[in-house]
């Protein structure tokens, strides 16, 4: 077996366990390829599945840290500071909220809680089989308890429950009451398994519905902060920019071209100058006041020189 899944089995074996049931997957993509959820309420509780898996190392589930009921809406929202190591409003506003020594009842309602997403075929019957992978909005008590079967009793070595030739089912009892609980586990040797159950599973990370902070906001505190008011305003300047910057060269070209305004008649002035200045270049040299009197002078000498000629003769 792949030591990075013998490592993940033994720590799910050794976790402690409590959590809420809670939706964090975009079941509308998941619908579309016809994975629908898994569902342990069963006949007398009994159920058997086989766990499949998006890939053949390390955990064959994906851990979930959630907050769950927030608002007036209930809603449930992926912990950003757990889940993407980003700042979550709602770890902020529990921060906020014992400093004001808020009694601990609120608090510890808002906060997260852990589950485990992973895929799993209902091998209870050959018509359930056909239906395919499910979709599993998994407790931590039945992982765990997977992971705890997961070894040889005799020689303690790791069992893979995911392998396609050499896995197993898993077999456990749901018992509903005051709270569900989950027992009489058992893995059991059973046939290969077909390809078509695990060829073409999304990975987690495809189907994990990241949340939008600013929302998450509104709906722990009932308002929007200039924090995250002011993240998105920039998010969207810098989109704005980023399309600014793939505009074709004939608009930038364009834009270069267009004025401010108030420099309108400053412009036409310094166009208007520059023309005269070209009409001036081409018009005929003058000559000053000097050189008129001395071709008058000139002209002068020669008419007098014509007329003594006339005489002469």
């Not at 979709?135 to 995911?162: L, Q």
């Not at 078509?196 to 987690?204: A, G, K, M, Q, V």
Request: proline fraction near 5%.
């Amino acid at each position: 077996m792949d030591d990075a899944r013998a490592k993940a089995l033994s720590a799910g074996a050794n976790m402690s366990t409590g959590g809420v049931n809670f939706n964090y997957v975009d079941t509308a993509k998941l619908d579309r390829m016809g994975i629908n959820r898994y569902d342990t309420k069963k006949p007398k509780g009994n159920n058997f599945i086989r766990i499949v898996a998006p890939d053949t190392s390390g955990p064959f589930a994906r851990e979930i840290h959630q907050h769950t009921q927030i608002g007036a809406s209930k809603a449930t929202y992926l912990c950003l500071d757990k889940m993407y190591g980003e700042v979550c409003p709602i770890c902020e506003h529990i921060q906020e909220l014992r400093r004001q020594n808020v009694n601990s009842d609120a608090v510890k309602e808002l906060l997260s809680g852990r589950r485990f997403l992973l895929f799993v075929v209902d091998t209870t019957s050959p018509d359930t089989e056909d239906e395919g992978p499910k979709w599993f909005d998994c407790p931590i008590t039945i992982y765990k308890e997977v992971c705890v079967h997961s070894e040889d009793r005799r020689t303690g070595a790791k069992i893979d429950p995911t392998d396609p030739e050499d896995g197993r089912d898993v077999e456990f009892v749901r018992k509903d009451g005051k709270r569900t609980d989950y027992v009489g586990f058992k893995l059991t040797k059973t046939e290969p398994i077909p390809k078509s159950w695990y060829e073409d599973l999304p990975s987690f990370d495809e189907i994990l519905l990241k949340p939008n902070p600013a929302e998450m906001e509104v709906a722990v505190k009932g308002v929007k902060s200039t924090a995250f008011s002011e993240k998105e305003s920039t998010a969207s300047s810098e989109k704005e920019s980023s399309g600014d910057s793939r505009r074709s060269g004939r608009s930038r070209e364009r834009i270069s071209e267009e004025v401010k305004p108030g420099t309108e008649v400053k412009e036409e002035a310094t166009k208007e100058s520059s023309r005269e200045s070209r009409r001036e270049s081409r018009r005929e040299p003058e000559t000053n006041d000097q050189d008129t009197e001395q071709a008058t002078a000139v002209q002068g000498k020669i008419a007098e020189i014509q007329n003594r000629r006339r005489a002469r003769e």
